[in-house]
Nanobody, 127 residues
């Protein structure tokens, strides 16, 4: 079973930057698409970004396109989310997730495609 642990969240002013990390243990993530989701208070969890197992393909929600960058280091079994130009609307708990199908280039934004989840890290952006 894979365990995913997010880190790097915190409090930042609008316009600032944060870099989230998602470290995996137990099983490799190097052959799986990985994604970031977020859930703001009182709202449903939503897709943020996904990266293919090879790292050659990415997919972003329109709300973060051009500001966030997802990347991965398979040697370190870690996925990252670089968040720039942060806005108060980005305030949420951020979760990383792993797909169950290996070697798939699918970058599905649907939660059901990702059966493995971390516990989340809080990101708060003040105005």
């Amino acid at each position: 079973q894979v365990q995913l642990v997010e880190s790097g969240g915190g409090l930042v002013q609008a316009g600032g930057s944060l870099r989230l990390s998602c470290a995996a243990s137990g099983r490799t993530i190097s052959t799986y698409t990985m994604a970031w989701f977020r859930q703001a208070p009182g709202k449903e969890r939503e897709f943020v970004a996904a990266i293919s197992w090879s790292g050659t393909s990415t997919n972003y929600a329109n709300s973060v396109k051009g500001r966030f960058t997802i990347s991965r280091d398979n040697a370190k079994n870690t996925v990252y989310l670089q968040m720039n130009s942060l806005k108060p609307d980005d305030t949420a708990v951020y979760y990383c997730a792993r797909r169950s199908v290996a070697y798939s280039e699918s970058l599905s934004p649907g939660e059901r495609s990702y059966p493995y989840w971390g516990q989340g890290t809080q990101v708060t952006v003040s105005s």
